[in-house]
């Protein structure tokens, strides 16, 4: 008698091969989707610099009192902005008083946060050297993926530089 049909180590075999090409297309798309966050952090942040140009256009100072063009390494105003929707840094409202009579925003949405759920940062003495201390700049960005942030910046902040002394 001639039965038709596979055996059970054909079937495992089959179902083993689908197994790891399926874990391979997760691999890929979970790469991709990391790639697409990033991508839309840096037009975010692209976004927030001609939003902070405005407002010193307008005002004639950065967020949170900052002077412009200026690296600020002294804690009065403070010098990083953890939250750049926040009221008090005066870009999605307006904080009152001189010189913001002549503010003319929002100039961001409030509660504005990145694809991983954190705000993004303007930080006016930021370690361009990676710890050495001898390059500062003033920085927009994002506290990346894992969401330290707030002076504890490390390898998966997303920055753009905008002054650099």
């Known amino acids: 008698m001639n039965k038709k049909g596979f055996t059970l180590i054909e079937v495992m075999i089959v ?3 689908i197994g ?3 874990s391979i297309v997760l691999v890929a798309v979970d790469s991709s989707q990391e790639k697409a966050k990033e991508a839309k952090v840096l037009q975010e942040i692209a976004n927030i610099e001609a939003a902070i140009t405005l407002m010193a256009d ?3 100072e950065w967020p949170g009192h900052q002077t412009i063009d ?4 002294t804690s009065s105003p403070p010098n990083e902005i953890a939250d750049i929707s926040a009221a008090s840094a005066g870009l ?3 904080p009152g008083g001189d010189p913001y009579d002549s503010w003319n925003g929002p100039y961001v949405p409030p509660n504005m ?3 991983w759920g954190n705000p993004y940062f303007f930080d006016t003495d930021y370690d361009l050297s990676g710890g050495a201390g001898t390059s500062w700049g003033a920085v927009i ?3 990346g993926p894992n969401g330290l942030g707030e002076n504890i910046y490390d ?3 997303v920055i753009r530089v905008i002054f650099e002394e």
């Open 70 to 73: 200026e690296i600020n390494e």
């Open 141 to 143: 960005g994002s506290y």
């Open 113 to 115: 946060i990145d694809p």
């Open 155 to 157: 390898a998966d902040d």
């Open 20 to 22: 790891i090409l399926f």
């Open 15 to 17: 179902l083993s091969i």
């Open 58 to 60: 307008d005002t004639g």
């Open 92 to 94: 999605s409202s307006n």
